[in-house]
Every structure is written in structure tokens, then in C-alpha cells.
């Protein structure tokens, strides 16, 4: 296929299979999710930053789950409103390209994040009175970088072995946006080499990333259980809830789309497309949630928020 071609070549994304009559309807709670993607992470910022009590490593890094969570909405977007609110289905193969390394960047951003909250919680419990020292802003700068450079440069080579490929045929997404393994498979051509890289990146990053993290609550509770009290047990697991919760939301909807992938033939399109919405749009929506409920000094901070700013109309009322 010449480059001329090649640069022209377009693909089309499908919606949610069999209810393409209400699209536009269900483009109403998908733009809620959305604006609640956007205001839970963008508060979840402000709150830290403005709040001298949270600048500490734990909230650093929730402070990265936010810009993650922030970046992986706005990757799917685009191409999620333009199918749903005005029924456009094409995009072409440079957009489709530039989605898809921006997707699933921020999607091993979350994983790497999610890890070093793990290991976060891992030193606060097992050695809380170095806690300062080994987690200093220096290192947590540090540990941001790597996860910026390990997560952008694994997936530098994807897009661009992609744009090598010839393409013909039925050009028919599977998904609402642009993905690795669904634009790989439209390829008329062999594409042994870009399977294996893929496989490479997901085992070398979301597979080794998820056991890491199991290995730190394993040691996690290793230290708990030393603890006497029973009270001092369930204070300190405490402390873990949201990060817990942070990490089933991420994983969960991912490996039962793996699995369905796998081993689920004939499992419907629209269980596939659920799952995929489900992995990415819950942990961005739910994240902050999470975190408001069961972190109390950014839920008083939010509440103290809230009050001002009812105070205030108060008064300009009264006025």
C-alpha cells in the first residue's frame, strides 16, 4: 500500500451494539460521567495543593491517580461524544493512532501509580518512623518521572509499527475508541511481531505491576499481624481501604475483559463493550468518591469548602 494511501486510510468505530436508536440519549450520562470525571480529580488536586496537612507522600500520589484519571477521560472523549452526541463514527488512521497511544499510556500511568501507592501504604505500615525519610519529595519527583518514562517510551514503538501495516478490508472497530489490539487485527498482513510486543508491554508492565502490588499486601499483613491489639490491626488496615478499592476498580473490569477475550467466544458484543466502558470510565468517576468518604482530612477540607462557600451566599443574601 503506498504512503499516500497508508495516510489516508480511516477506520469506524461502533457504539453500544443494538441500542444505536438511543445514542443520543445515553450520550446524556455518559457526558455526567464525564463532568464527574473532570470535577471528583480536579477537586481531589485542589484539596491537596491547597491543604498544607495532605502535602505527604500518600497524597502526592493521589494527587498522580488524579492526573492520571484526568488524562485517561479526556484520551476517550473525543471520539465517545462524537459517536454518541453527533453520530459520527469515522476517524482517521493519524487520530485513531494518537488515541490509542494516549489511552493506553494513561492506562499503565494508573497501573505504576496504583503500585507505588502500594508501596506507600507498604513503608507507612512497616516502618512508620523512617516514613519521612525514605518517601522524601525528591524520591516521590523520582518515582514520577519513571513512571512518565516507562509508561511513554514502551508505547512509543505501538503506533508506529501500527502505521506500517497495510489495511483493507472491513475496517470495523470493535470499541468506541481507537485500540491496540482492535486496530492491530484489521491489518491484512502478518502481525506476529506487533502481537508479541503488545504482550511484552501488558505482561512486562500491567502483569508484573498487579503482582507487585499482591506482594506488598502480602508483607502488608505479614506486619499487621504482628500487631497485639485488635484495634490497632483494624486502624492500621484502615488506612489501606481506598487504595484497596482504587486497585479492584482498576483491575477488576480489565482482567474480566481479558478473560472474555480469552476464553468468552460467544460472548455477546455488548458484554465486551460494557466491560470495556467499565474499565475505563469507573476508577476516573469512583476514584474521588472513594478517597472524599474514606479519607477524612480531604472529606473535612471539602466540608469546610462546602460551608464557606453556603456562608457566603448567606451573606450576600443578607446584603
Known sequence: ?????????????????????????????????????LAGNSLILWVVRSEPSLHQPMYYFLSMLAVTDLGLSASTLPTMLTIYMLG?????????????????????????VLLTMAFDRFVAISNPLR?????????????GLAI??????LHIPAPIMLKKLPYCGNRLLSHSYCLHPDVMKLAC??????????????????????????????????????????????????????????????????????????????ASPGTRVLLSYL????????????????TKQIRLRMLRLFWLHKAGIRDGQDH
Request: hydrophobic share 50%; net charge positive; with cysteine.
Open 1 to 37: 500500500m503506498s504512503v499516500s494511501n497508508q495516510s489516508s486510510t480511516s477506520f469506524f468505530l461502533t457504539g453500544f451494539p443494538g441500542l444505536e436508536a438511543v445514542h443520543t440519549w445515553l450520550s446524556i450520562p455518559l457526558c455526567v460521567m464525564y463532568l464527574a470525571s
Open 88 to 112: 459520527l463514527r469515522e476517524v482517521a488512521m493519524d487520530v485513531c493512532l494518537a488515541q490509542l497511544f494516549f489511552i493506553h499510556t494513561f492506562s499503565i500511568m494508573e497501573s505504576s
Open 131 to 143: 516514613y519521612g525519610t525514605i518517601l522524601t519529595s525528591p524520591r516521590i519527583a523520582s518515582l
Open 148 to 153: 512518565m518514562v516507562r509508561s511513554i517510551g
Open 189 to 266: 498482513a502478518d502481525t506476529h511481531i506487533n502481537s508479541a510486543y503488545g504482550l511484552f508491554v501488558v505482561l512486562s508492565t500491567l502483569g508484573v505491576d498487579s503482582v507487585l502490588i499482591v506482594l506488598s499486601y502480602v508483607l502488608i499483613l505479614q506486619t499487621v499481624l504482628f500487631i497485639a491489639s485488635k484495634a490497632e490491626r483494624l486502624k492500621v488496615l484502615n488506612t489501606c481501604v481506598s487504595h484497596i478499592c482504587a486497585v479492584l476498580l482498576f483491575y477488576t473490569p480489565m482482567i474480566g475483559l481479558s478473560m472474555i477475550h480469552r476464553f468468552g467466544r460467544r
Open 279 to 294: 474499565h475505563f470510565f469507573t476508577p476516573p468517576v469512583l476514584s474521588p468518591v472513594v478517597y472524599t468518604i474514606k
